[in-house]
């Protein structure tokens, strides 16, 4: 009698297992995962994003911020996941392609672990400076930082994120000896520029750090990018402002765990392409400096390869890592 029960009770279990499986995905809440503080362009990107799918869906999309070590915490979080789709990464160029050139025994493989849905879209990176900051130009800062070397301090979102890593390969470039203060979010770093805590930071043009430039909050002295933003026209880039064949852009995409179900996983990235293509979701990204870019799959992780080997070299070259 005993093992007849046990047998029933395995049998209930594993239908209602498969019954829940074949279930309309999705049919319970989904999170997104965030590896920085609210305020910054990750955590914006993520909540369009979400705000978006779950209109779609007629659901639930949530976001969660799990900030700390330029996003490796939620993003080791979500590799060790139930691959059910029920789990999402906000991941980005810091996650997926810093990080791996400077961390040499991560938790997790970011390309074997990882299923890769779909890209959202890049951004430049700004670089600004407090008004108190006697300093008009990047040209400025950079002559000042020479005959001043280890006196400026800038902050950023975090060691290894890619506003870290943009102003690294400034340095490398230019031979400036600045120091870093990072920071568990970029919105942390730039409410302490506004207040004249630190005199610089760098992070993701979207979100806080446009809105303190449209403010006159902050004095920008140049975008990362090989071409300017067409939310911030009158600011120079990297290059045009002495900084010949500069060039970072940031990326934000959508990952999941590799073992999700192919079904699932198909789904979602329709699903992205569509509210990443709609109309208003567009505009609204386009708005906040996010140049919008929906991939397929196979799109999305050769862009995750390419990128890691081009940060590998910048990472070594600027004395980084492995570590």
């Given at each position: 009698m005993k093992a007849a029960l046990i047998a029933f009770a395995f049998v209930?279990?594993?239908?209602?297992?498969?019954?829940?499986?074949?279930?309309?995905?999705?049919?319970?809440?989904?999170?997104?995962?965030?590896?920085?503080?609210?305020?910054?362009?990750?955590?914006?990107?993520?909540?369009?994003v979400a705000a978006a799918l779950s209109e779609l869906w007629g659901g639930t999309v949530v976001v969660d911020n799990r900030p700390g070590a330029a996003g490796g915490i939620a993003t080791e979080i979500t590799a060790k996941a139930t691959p059910d789709g029920y789990t999402l990464l906000l991941c980005t160029i810091a996650s997926h392609a810093i990080t791996p050139?400077?961390?040499?025994?991560?938790?997790?493989?970011?390309?074997?672990?990882?299923?890769?849905?779909?890209?959202?879209?890049?951004?430049?990176?700004?670089?600004?400076?407090?008004?108190?900051?006697?300093?008009?130009?990047?040209?400025?800062?950079?002559?000042y930082a020479k005959a001043n070397p280890g006196k400026l301090s800038y902050g950023s979102s975090g060691v290894g994120a890619s506003p870290h890593l943009s102003i690294e390969l400034l340095k490398t470039m230019t031979g400036i000896d600045i120091v870093h203060v990072p920071y568990k979010g970029a919105a942390l770093a730039l409410a302490d520029v506004m207040g004249g805590q630190i005199p610089a930071s760098v992070g993701n043009l979207p979100g806080g750090l446009l809105t303190a430039i449209r403010a006159g909050k902050v004095r920008p002295l140049g975008v990362t990018s090989a071409?300017?933003?067409?939310?911030?026209?009158?600011?120079?880039?990297?290059?045009?402002?002495?900084?010949?064949?500069?060039?970072?852009?940031?990326?934000?995409?959508?990952?999941?765990?590799?073992?999700?179900?192919?079904?699932?996983?198909?789904?979602?990235?329709?699903?992205?392409?569509?509210?990443?293509?709609?109309?208003?979701?567009h505009q609204r990204m386009e708005e906040q400096g996010i140049n919008v870019a929906p991939s397929t799959p196979e799109q999305f992780l050769a862009h995750v390869k390419a990128e890691t080997a081009r940060w590998a070299k910048v990472v070594k070259d600027a004395g980084l890592g492995p570590e």
């Open positions: 209930i279990a594993f239908a209602s297992s498969k019954a829940a499986h074949s279930l309309p995905y999705p049919n319970k809440p989904v999170r997104v995962l965030v590896g920085y503080a609210p305020g910054g362009g990750v955590d914006l990107a993520a909540r369009l050139a400077r961390v040499k025994h991560l938790p997790y493989d970011h390309i074997r672990d990882f299923a890769f849905p779909s890209m959202i879209g890049t951004t430049p990176n700004v670089f600004v400076v407090s008004p108190a900051v006697p300093i008009r130009s990047l040209g400025e800062f950079i002559a071409k300017r933003s067409p939310e911030a026209p009158d600011v120079p880039t990297f290059a045009e402002a002495g900084v010949p064949g500069y060039d970072v852009s940031g990326w934000y995409g959508i990952c999941t765990q590799a073992g999700v179900p192919k079904p699932v996983l198909a789904k979602l990235s329709r699903d992205l392409v569509t509210v990443l293509n709609s109309p208003a979701l």
